[in-house]
């Protein structure tokens, strides 16, 4: 059994313990003082009767009409309850911690987050991060493609290109200084601009691909794709409709997995063989593959 000054210095120990636990549910607001005995009303006063009773202590301790310090202070601490108290979602906030001054964290937790916590609309919030990560990707975009640009036009491919292009411009003759290798820049940025380089890996910034555009044309895009897939049930499940040309290569081309870029390099004679091969039947891409791996074992 512990000796009587342990248990005497325990009680004392829980019972300061328990006072810093309790006390910061309600100080956290007026301090020491109670919001409601600072404006002089019942904890059950109406707003009108907590805006009555602020004016009128106002009055009573502004700096202006009272140059007491002490009268100061107090005309600080009415302020505040005042602020505490007109608002409901605060005024609730309070009464809770004075009813339940146990639920320490949960009522400090709720008093810092209605005092510091934000105060913007979360959909202003919502809508300045998706122009701000649409900025960064258009400008992420327009770097990758510039470098990418810089770098085609150092390749010789690309040079041959421009002085063919010079030369079906001048009609076979060039305006370039006698042992002058080099094009002028200002014809060469000229030319550059006719030729369309295409850069695979790739592209130019496109505002429809920012992901902001996306989530704005969502609904669009949804009740188009809805409107997509009951127009193909409707006309090739149900009504048994023969596959259109576009429909019937995207079926090929979904089948042999093929991406949609690669696809439309396939030339159209080549196209046209794999429509005839209906290879979104199961049985014909089998009998496709195994071809395909036959000829590739044979030619090894």
Not at 114 to 125: E, M
Not at 212 to 224: A, D, E, N, Q, R
């Amino acid at each position: 059994m512990a000796p009587p000054a342990t248990m005497r210095w325990c009680a004392v120990v829980s019972i300061l313990l328990l006072s810093f636990l309790v006390s910061p549910s309600t100080a956290i607001y007026c301090d020491e003082d109670d919001c409601y005995d600072l404006l002089g009303v019942s904890q059950t006063a109406n707003a009108s009767e907590i805006k009555k009773a602020y004016y009128k202590l106002s009055l009573k301790h502004h700096p202006d009409k009272n140059p007491d310090p002490e009268s100061k202070k107090l005309f600080v601490k009415v302020a505040n309850a005042y602020e505490i108290l007109k608002d409901e979602a605060t005024r609730e906030q309070y009464d809770y911690a004075i009813a339940h001054p146990e639920e320490v964290f949960y009522n400090t937790a709720r008093y810092y987050h209605a005092y510091y916590g934000h105060k913007t609309d979360p959909r202003y919030v919502l809508v300045g991060l998706l122009l701000v990560i649409s900025g960064f990707q258009y400008l992420n975009q327009q770097t990758r493609y510039s470098q990418a640009v810089e770098m085609v036009k150092k390749t010789p491919a690309y040079k041959n290109r421009l002085r063919a292009l010079e030369l079906a411009r001048s009609g076979g003759t060039t305006a370039r200084k006698k042992g002058s290798k080099q094009m002028d820049k200002k014809v060469e940025e000229d030319l550059s601009k006719e030729l369309e380089l295409d850069i695979k890996g790739t592209q130019k910034p496109d505002i429809w691909e920012l992901i902001g555009v996306h989530l704005v044309l969502l609904p669009y895009t949804i009740s188009k794709l809805l409107l997509w897939n009951v127009c193909w049930f409707w006309r090739y499940k149900m009504k048994k409709a023969p596959y259109s040309w576009e429909d019937a290569c995207y079926l090929t081309q979904r089948s042999l997995k093929v991406p949609l870029d690669s696809w439309s390099s396939v030339d159209e004679q080549t196209k046209e063989d794999l429509v005839q091969k209906r290879l979104w039947e199961k049985a014909n891409l089998e009998k496709y593959l195994t071809d395909m791996r036959k000829e590739s074992k044979r030619r090894r």
